[in-house]
């Protein structure tokens, strides 16, 4: 079946250390997205990136396809990072609908 | 710029209460989405629809009927309420072209039944 598996499930940093997150998917897929969703928030799309490596301002976004994983990148954290990120898979049925992974809950302290 | 509207923003229903929300996009794509969020998990999808008219079950439909009325609008209904009930159910929408389907989501509807 199609599995997704975000890794770590929680993560507390310091203000200015740097984190990576992961998401690692079980077979091939058209489409990937990673999102941001602030505590009681709705999601909010950070990359829409199903393979390459794209960046925007502090974080960056690498999906390479044959490892079946994709990571997000967040350097020199601020307290505003804190949240939930989500990656995001369509895989290969025609379907167009995503299949969200449990998400990493991210704290960075000051 | 498009925007992808959800009402009501709250909702606060009674044990087995038909309840209905609806999610308005103009930014004219072709497919729209109905995820329930329970409180630390992940998006669960309920319902979705590729065009006007058409609906598709998602991995949790029992329980939800939706009416896609129009390509601009999806509406999805709990059909009965279950006591102390607490989700937010969140609405998207996207192209949904080969290698393109980026989503935009609404801001949510928190639901509480009493």
């Known amino acids: 079946g199609q599995q997704v598996q975000q890794s770590p499930a929680s993560l507390v940093l310091q203000e200015g250390e740097n984190a990576e997150l992961q998401c690692n998917f079980s077979?091939?897929?058209?489409?990937m997205q990673w999102f941001y969703q602030r505590p009681g928030g709705s999601l909010v799309s950070l990359f829409y990136n199903p393979s390459g490596t794209k960046h925007s301002g502090r974080l960056t976004s690498t999906t390479v396809i044959k490892e079946r994983r994709s990571s997000l990148h967040i350097s020199s954290s601020q307290t505003t990072d804190s949240g939930t990120y989500l990656c995001?898979?369509?895989?290969?049925?025609?379907?167009?609908?995503?299949?969200f992974g449990a998400g990493t809950r991210l704290k960075v302290i000051a | 710029g498009g925007i992808i509207t959800q009402t009501p923003k709250f909702l606060i229903g009674q044990e087995g209460q038909k309840l209905t929300l609806k999610c308005q996009q103009n930014?004219?794509?072709?497919?729209m989405y109905w995820y329930r969020q329970d409180s630390g998990k992940g998006l669960r999808l309920i319902y979705y629809?590729?065009?006007?008219?058409?609906?598709q079950k998602g991995d949790l439909s029992e329980g939800y009927d939706a009416s896609r009325e129009k390509k601009s609008s999806f509406s999805l209904t709990v059909t009965s309420a279950q006591k102390n009930e607490m989700a937010v159910f969140l609405c998207?929408?996207?192209?949904?072209?080969?290698?393109?389907?980026?989503?935009?989501f609404g801001s949510g509807t928190r639901l509480l039944v009493i």
């Open positions: 930014f004219n794509h072709d497919t």
């Open positions: 629809s590729i065009t006007e008219n058409d609906l």
């Open positions: 995001a898979l369509e895989f290969n049925t025609g379907n167009y609908k995503y299949v």
């Open positions: 077979t091939s897929l058209n489409s």
């Open positions: 998207a929408s996207s192209i949904a072209r080969a290698g393109n389907s980026d989503y935009t």
